[in-house]
């Protein structure tokens, strides 16, 4: 019926508003299409042919939600945060530069059964941190009362600041700032001593999780919440 009345309302006065209604249904099914994959919205049964949805098809002031919330870490400067010696090494920090033409840099997509168009090297990186925590969640799953054997975690997951992402200006400082917040959370997961300490820590790494990526790329968070304790 809707559909109806909507193809068939002549041009006029309602054409805008038409026009905003479409832009704000292309925004959702954006967003419907996120879950899989953050860059790469498009499927291989995506509605769009290879040029991708068009930003310009969606009126910006009534498609764009309205600002997201203030973020729980501030902006911080960009030159040199505060960085724990702990967290990391020298050798990969935000001023670390890329290497152009390794495995999952631009053009150089690692191909994925995912993603037709390949993955990202910071993509690939969040798939392996993502199997490495559901591997230990299982561990922590088992009874006992000593410690469970699981990580060091660090070493892997301190790639996150010097790894490809699709689009490269997604790795600002802002970026970085959240990927500190979630590393302290990741060492803190090393050093846990016993099995309470271990649940807690392991927490607050998903809460790291969840943290950036309710800024950046909210279609991820279905499979960050299935990595919860049970
Ligand atoms: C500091 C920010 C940040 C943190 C922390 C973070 N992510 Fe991500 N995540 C991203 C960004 C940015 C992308 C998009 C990657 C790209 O550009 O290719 C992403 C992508 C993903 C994806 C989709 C990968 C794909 O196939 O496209 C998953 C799943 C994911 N993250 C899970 C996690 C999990 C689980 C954690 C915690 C263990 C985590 N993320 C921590 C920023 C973050």
Same mark, same amino acid.
């Given at each position: 019926?809707?559909?109806?009345?909507?193809? /068939?309302?002549?041009?006029?006065?309602?054409?805008?508003?038409?026009?905003?209604?479409?832009?704000?249904?292309?925004?959702?099914?954006?967003?419907?299409?996120?879950?899989?994959?953050?860059?790469?919205?498009?499927?291989?049964?995506?509605?769009?042919?290879?040029?991708?949805?068009?930003?310009?098809?969606?009126?910006?002031?009534?498609?764009?939600?309205?600002?997201?919330?203030?973020?729980?870490?501030?902006?911080?400067?960009?030159?040199?945060?505060?960085?724990?010696?702990?967290?990391?090494?020298?050798?990969?920090?935000?001023?670390?530069?890329?290497?152009?033409?390794?495995?999952?840099?631009?053009?150089?997509?690692?191909?994925?059964?995912?993603?037709?168009?390949?993955?990202?090297?910071?993509?690939?990186?969040?798939?392996?941190?993502?199997?490495?925590?559901?591997?230990?969640?299982?561990?922590?799953?088992?009874?006992?009362?000593?410690?469970?054997?699981?990580?060091?975690?660090?070493?892997?997951?301190?790639?996150?600041?010097? /790894?490809?992402?699709?689009?490269?200006?997604?790795?600002?400082?802002?970026?970085?700032?959240?990927?500190?917040?979630?590393?302290?959370?990741?060492?803190?997961?090393?050093?846990?001593?016993?099995?309470?300490?271990?649940?807690?820590?392991?927490?607050?790494?998903?809460?790291?999780?969840?943290?950036?990526?309710?800024?950046?790329?909210?279609?991820?968070?279905?499979?960050?919440?299935?990595?919860?304790?049970?």
């Amino acid at each position: 019926m809707r559909s109806r009345a909507f193809l /068939s309302l002549p041009a006029g006065p309602l054409t805008a508003s038409q026009q905003l209604r479409r832009g704000a249904l292309l925004g959702l099914c954006l967003m419907a299409l996120c879950p899989a994959a953050c860059n790469n919205p498009t499927g291989p049964t995506g509605p769009t042919g290879p040029t991708g949805p068009t930003a310009s098809a969606a009126p910006p002031a009534t498609s764009t939600p309205a600002t997201p919330p203030p973020a729980t870490v501030a902006a911080s400067p960009a030159a040199n945060p505060p960085d724990s010696p702990t967290i990391q090494s020298e050798d990969c920090t935000a001023a670390t530069r890329l290497t152009p033409g390794v495995p999952g840099s631009p053009g150089h997509l690692i191909p994925s059964t995912r993603n037709p168009n390949g993955q990202s090297e910071l993509a690939a990186l969040m798939r392996s941190m993502e199997a490495t925590l559901k591997a230990a969640r299982a561990q922590l799953a088992e009874p006992g009362t000593s410690r469970p054997p699981i990580g060091p975690f660090l070493p892997q997951f301190r790639r996150i600041r010097c /790894s490809w992402p699709t689009n490269p200006a997604d790795r600002d400082a802002e970026f970085d700032a959240l990927a500190q917040g979630y590393l302290s959370a990741v060492s803190l997961l090393d050093a846990a001593p016993d099995r309470g300490s271990v649940a807690k820590a392991y927490d607050a790494v998903l809460a790291g999780c969840r943290s950036c990526h309710e800024r950046t790329c909210g279609g991820a968070l279905a499979a960050i919440n299935a990595l919860r304790l049970p």
